[in-house]
């Protein structure tokens, strides 16, 4: 079975670009969800999908940040203006439903460095 | 105060020790009780999945949860420099997972 899959792997882009990521989760999971990681603490969800309607965006930056899941399968998230603090490890996972938060399986991750 | 707290370590161990990793938490609403280890620039992978109070036992692995004292743990036996790794506590009422900060475990020959 493929594991989630994550793009680009590293993106280095200055501050007030612009910046694009993409995930493709495994297939027949319903619930998508995209989180940041910071350097040296946990992930902390950004969003979550139900097939392709939002579940959870509270701590989401509205301002900067957008994210959609057309069709219910793939999924961007995006950036913009970037800011410095925007720098980290964005991660993608994705779990059959939404009832059991255990089962979420993680892709390997975009490193965004903002300079 | 955060709602999962979790001492980012480094801990540095010698191989075959046992490894005692915890959390503690202050939401009583937490019911599912997790652990993800993470290796550098790899995404979080899941170890152990536990609901409400007890311990559950998986190999090398064991994980324990007291909701009465918002404490969990896991220990790990006999460690090889293989789980040379960032351990994750994660936990949630059904739904959204909150994470620790992880703790830097470094397993040595």
């Known amino acids: 079975e493929a594991g989630v899959a994550q793009s680009p792997r590293y993106k280095i882009i200055e501050k007030r670009q612009s910046v694009a990521f993409w995930c493709n989760p495994i297939?027949?999971?319903?619930?998508l969800y995209w989180y940041q990681q910071i350097l040296g603490q946990g992930p902390k969800l950004l969003i979550q999908?139900?097939?392709?309607?939002?579940?959870?965006d509270s701590q989401l930056p509205k301002d900067r940040f957008s994210a959609e899941r057309l069709k219910g399968v793939d999924s961007t998230l995006k950036i913009q203006p970037a800011k410095l603090e925007d720098s980290a490890v964005y991660l993608c996972?994705?779990?059959?439903?939404?009832?059991?938060?255990?089962?979420?399986?993680f892709g390997p991750g975009t490193r965004l460095t903002v300079t | 105060q955060k709602e999962v707290e979790q001492d980012p370590g480094p801990l540095s161990v010698p191989e075959g020790a046992i490894v005692s990793l915890n959390c503690t938490y202050s939401?009583?609403?937490?019911?599912?009780f997790m652990w993800y280890r993470q290796y550098s620039r790899k995404g979080p992978e899941l170890l152990m999945y536990?609901?409400?109070?007890g311990n559950k036992e998986d190999g090398r692995f064991t994980a324990q949860v007291d909701k009465s004292s918002k404490y969990i743990s896991l220990f790990i036996r006999d460690s090889q420099p293989s789980d040379s790794a960032t351990y994750l506590c994660?936990?949630?009422?059904?739904?959204?997972?909150?994470f620790g900060t992880g703790t830097r475990l470094q397993v040595t020959l």
């Open positions: 996972a994705s779990s059959l439903g939404s009832g059991s938060p255990g089962e979420q399986y």
């Open positions: 297939s027949g999971h319903a619930t």
């Open positions: 999908f139900q097939n392709n309607g939002v579940v959870d």
């Open positions: 939401n009583s609403a937490f019911q599912y």
């Open positions: 536990t609901y409400s109070s």
């Open positions: 994660a936990m949630s009422p059904p739904g959204k997972l909150t």
